[in-house]
């Protein structure tokens, strides 16, 4: 079974940088798609970035482009969210997703196991 973990969420002016982290168990994460999506309040769920575990292949919102870094280390099967460039409209709480193989998906119906999340607060 499939778990995820985030951690290093937390407060941070606007401008300044920030880490998140997801700890994955469970299974081989070669065939995944890993990804980072976001809930603010009253909002809807949406989509940041994401990346494909065996290639590194990368997508992102066009909200977070250039500010935003996924990445993965398989030694420790864990993916990262480096923030930088922060902003107030950046607060929500940050999920990790996975979901295995298949095209690229921006859509978090798509993705099958969830993170308990992490929150992320940008002051202004």
């Known amino acids: 079974q499939v778990q995820l973990v985030e951690s290093g969420g937390g407060l941070v002016q606007a401008g300044g940088s920030l880490r998140i982290s997801c700890a994955a168990s469970?299974?081989?994460?070669?065939?995944?798609?890993m990804a980072w999506f976001r809930q603010a309040p009253g909002k809807e769920r949406e989509f940041v970035a994401s990346?494909?575990?065996?290639?590194?292949?990368?997508y992102y919102a066009d909200s977070v482009k250039g500010r935003f870094t996924i990445s993965r280390d398989n030694a420790k099967n864990t993916v990262y969210l480096h923030m930088n460039s922060l902003k107030p409209e950046d607060t929500a709480v940050y999920y990790c997703?996975?979901?295995?193989?298949?095209?690229?998906?921006?859509?978090?119906?798509?993705?099958?196991?969830w993170g308990q999340g992490t929150q992320v607060t940008v002051s202004s």
């Open positions: 997703a996975a979901k295995i193989g298949g095209p690229y998906s921006s859509s978090w119906t798509i993705y099958r196991t």
């Open positions: 469970g299974r081989t994460f070669s065939s995944y798609s």
């Open positions: 990346i494909r575990w065996s290639s590194g292949e990368t």
